[in-house]
């Protein structure tokens, strides 16, 4: 059996140049098969009716006609791979078409030729089946956009649209180049990129990614790339490289054949010298042709490659599937990478006098104007916890120090403190904790005097702890952080993770430097998402680019692009990896042991051709059902959730981030308790504290304990699964409950007495504790399934 395009091309060739020329050599030959199977059946089928009839000898004239037709395509079939460097089990096959003709054997050279017909075109079959979401890919590509200039809509060329300018896409319409949401907003679809098929709403502002379906209304967009430079474009240009190109993967099966076909020749030639009968020899070439291994390891890859298209994972070719399916060492950028990319607010911290809605409201206030990074994280949080950004006029930004305005006629100022300013004790903290945490700060001043503090942080993606302990399920042994940022930060990121090593204050060159020293002792595979990361994919096994929000140049020089913003579809890559190559070689293998079998039995004379030539035929069949396999999830994939749970699960991560004032609250009463003489300011804050958990809190905690987690126990295997969390519930409700009863207490009193102090303090900071690390480990083992 022979198999198609088996020329290595190399991992870096040019997309625009494999791709036409691989579809208009298979759009050459896509009659052949079909063609040769209509023959070589209709052939063994007319000659079997006039056996029946008793006429023998048109009968082996029907057989020998058909033998005759397939040995010019097989020996076509054959050149071509000579003439690309692969002799290949093919030869094998026009050995055995020659020799039933030479020796008589009609019958059997009719069932061979229909058996190398058949072989081809379910080939044919498996891989245009398996390619066929890459191909959607391709065929989902806009060609034209319709750009508004003043009240005027046009259609125009793809080409000719340029970054500023004004795009109306309708309903049902696709999103013709990267752009950002103008007027209403956008209901998406935008499972070509993602792989997830629910409608994702974007409002103004936000940006869109080309290649999306608008499921809603007609809305605009205001492009910030090019057709080239946008995500579809270059997703196009990794796909036209992937699904069709079996070459990459041939080098699974040469690896097989180089031994295997020498070995049927002897086998052959053995039984021939030995028995003195051309026949035997000519019935051990029928049940080794056509090899197995060529239908295993094309189907069983191809067929890998469609599955990771569906999860929003382009592949470039074959061969960086396999090779990804044999890494064993794993290094991964941190910033965009492990953690989300931009920063978020970490927690507020207020002045005497201040709360910490109060800041964050003000500062949101004077940044909603700029358009620094940490400016937008402000007022994205202060939106998030229903706090409207004050007005602020005569709003002005100096450089590497910050924003300022007059808000509520007061002068404010969001950023760096000016030299000199005095910085009282709760300042001093704040810098201290922003040190321990690895935390920027920007300090909001209202009339030169500090008020309060804002800390930010690039925080850890929910689902990158789950990512690293499938990979290493799944067979990666050794996973080391490559990073730029400083030694601290990284190396807390890297103990939360469990990482094997950290390398710290990386230039791009010193990360292509870590890359080949890793890749001498194993299979590496290196992740990022930055131009700078562009360097250190290229040198790896396997460069794995974050394309959703990635850069260019890194998706350009990587192997596989994730285009959804979750690091958890490389640990779903992987395993698909690892199970593609692990079923072309299971198949390969079992077809070649069969084949093997076969071929003793024939060399001793127990097989003659023609039954050697059905029993050859079933073990063809067998290979490629089997390999097919591999188009269907196996068991390291992600567990399913049901809708309704899914759904909960996104009503419960939009609570914790609403409660995240609660927090906050919780720890501000448990710092005032410290500070000499604010009983009455301490009493009123724990008495808020208390409101806090009653209303808002502990609602909170009981629907999750009764509604999402009897949920989720389906999809994670029972109530075990959620037991330690729910005893979290119960320690959460314990340490509220003390606090009212702290509360009681003081309101009995009048105060809060010196013996409360101690046990209550203890209550706040352990309860604080508690909630994050609890509203953490839900994020990472829970939210984190919901896409």
């Given amino acids: ?299 069983a890859i191809v067929s890998g490659l469609s599955r990771a298209s569906r999860l929003g994972v382009v592949v470039r070719d074959g061969g960086a599937l396999e090779r990804l399916g044999r890494a064993r060492t794993l290094l991964l950028d941190k910033t965009g990478t492990l953690t989300g990319g931009h920063p978020r607010v970490l927690d507020v911290t207020a002045g005497p006098g201040w709360k910490p809605a109060e800041v964050l409201r003000l500062a949101a206030g004077v940044d909603q104007y700029s358009p620094h990074v940490l400016a937008h994280a402000i007022v994205e949080a202060a939106r998030e916890r229903g706090l409207e950004p004050s007005v602020a006029t005569d709003v002005s930004e100096e450089a590497g120090r910050g924003a300022h305005g007059v808000v509520e006629g007061h002068r404010t100022t969001v950023g760096r403190l000016e030299p000199g300013t005095p910085v009282p004790d709760w300042a001093r903290a704040a810098e201290n904790r922003a040190l321990l945490d690895g935390a920027a700060v920007a300090w909001l001043t209202v009339d030169d ?126 395993s698909i990896a690892v199970r593609a190559r692990r079923i072309a070689v299971q198949s390969a293998l079992g077809g070649m042991l069969l084949s093997l079998a076969a071929m003793a039995a024939a060399a001793m004379g127990l097989l003659p051709p023609a039954v050697g030539a059905l029993l050859q035929e079933g073990i063809d069949v067998a290979v490629i059902l089997n390999a097919l396999r591999a188009l269907h999830v196996g068991q390291g994939a992600r567990p399913a959730l049901e809708p309704a749970a899914e759904a909960l699960i996104h009503r419960f991560a939009a609570e914790h981030e609403d409660l995240q004032d609660v927090l906050q609250a919780v720890r501000d009463a448990a710092a005032r308790l410290s500070a000499p003489g604010q009983d009455a300011q301490a009493l009123e804050s724990v008495r808020e504290v208390n409101r806090l958990l009653t209303e808002r809190l502990l609602p909170h905690e009981y629907a999750e304990e009764h509604q999402l987690y009897p949920a989720l126990e389906p999809t994670l295997g029972g109530p075990e699964t959620t037991a330690t969390m729910s005893r979290a519930h119960a320690e959460i409700e314990r340490l509220s409950g003390r606090v009212a009863t702290h509360v009681a207490l003081a309101e009995a009193q009048g105060a809060l007495k010196s013996e409360q102090l101690e046990d209550l303090r203890a209550c706040l900071y352990g309860l604080h504790t508690v909630l994050r690390l609890h509203f953490t480990q839900e994020e990472e083992n829970y939210f984190s399934l919901a896409p």
């Fill in 449 to 574: 005097g500090p008020v309060g503090a804002v800390l930010l942080r690039d925080p850890l993606r929910h689902d990158a702890p789950r990512t690293l302990r499938r990979l290493r399920t799944a067979g990666i042994r050794r996973i080391v952080m490559l990073t730029g940022d400083r030694p601290e930060p990284a190396r807390e990121l890297a103990a939360v993770l469990g990482l094997d090593d950290v390398r710290a204050e990386l230039t791009p060159a010193d990360k292509v430097t870590e890359v080949r020293a890793e890749r001498r002792h194993a299979v590496t595979v290196m992740v990022g998402d930055g131009v700078n990361d562009a360097p250190a994919l290229a040198a790896a096994d396997v460069g794995v680019a974050m394309g959703a929000r990635g850069s260019t140049a890194s998706s350009e020089a990587a192997d596989i692009v994730l285009t959804t913003d979750r690091v958890d579809r490389l640990a779903d890559a992987t």
């Fill in 1 to 299: 059996m022979s198999h198609v395009n088996r020329a290595d091309h190399s991992r870096r060739a040019g997309a625009e140049k494999s791709g036409p020329g691989l579809a208009s050599a298979q759009t050459a030959t896509s009659w052949l098969e079909p063609a040769l199977l209509a023959v070589t059946a209709s052939a063994l089928t007319a000659g079997g009716i006039l056996w029946l009839l008793g006429d023998t000898d048109a009968a082996d004239l029907c057989w020998a006609l058909g033998t005759a037709s397939a040995v010019a395509p097989a020996v076509g079939w054959v050149l071509v791979a000579l003439r690309r460097g692969h002799a290949g089990v093919d030869l094998i096959a026009v050995l055995a078409l020659g020799g039933t003709l030479a020796v008589g054997e009609y019958l059997a050279g009719a069932l061979i030729a229909l058996m190398l017909a058949t072989g081809r075109a379910l080939e044919a079959a498996a891989q245009r089946r398996a390619s066929h979401d890459l191909r959607a890919l391709l065929a989902h590509a806009p060609r034209t956009a319709r750009r508004r200039t003043g009240t005027e809509v046009r259609p125009v060329p793809l080409a000719e649209v340029a970054v500023g300018d004004l795009l109306v896409v309708g309903a049902g319409e696709v999103v013709p180049v990267d752009g950002q949401v103008v007027g209403p907003a956008a209901v998406l679809d935008e499972s070509v990129l993602t792989g997830e098929s629910a409608p994702v709403e974007r409002v103004p502002g936000q940006t869109v990614r080309s290649g999306v379906v608008n499921a809603g209304g007609a809305f605009e967009v205001r492009a910030t790339a090019t057709e080239q430079d946008s995500t579809y474009a270059g997703i196009v240009r990794l796909a036209r490289q992937a699904g069709a190109e079996a070459a990459p993967v041939v080098r699974l099966a040469d690896r097989y054949a180089a031994w295997f076909l020498p070995l049927s020749v002897a086998v052959a030639g053995l039984a021939w010298l030995f028995s003195g009968s051309a026949v035997r020899a000519v019935a051990v070439l029928v049940v080794a042709t056509p090899c197995p291994l060529l239908l295993a390891a094309p189907v």
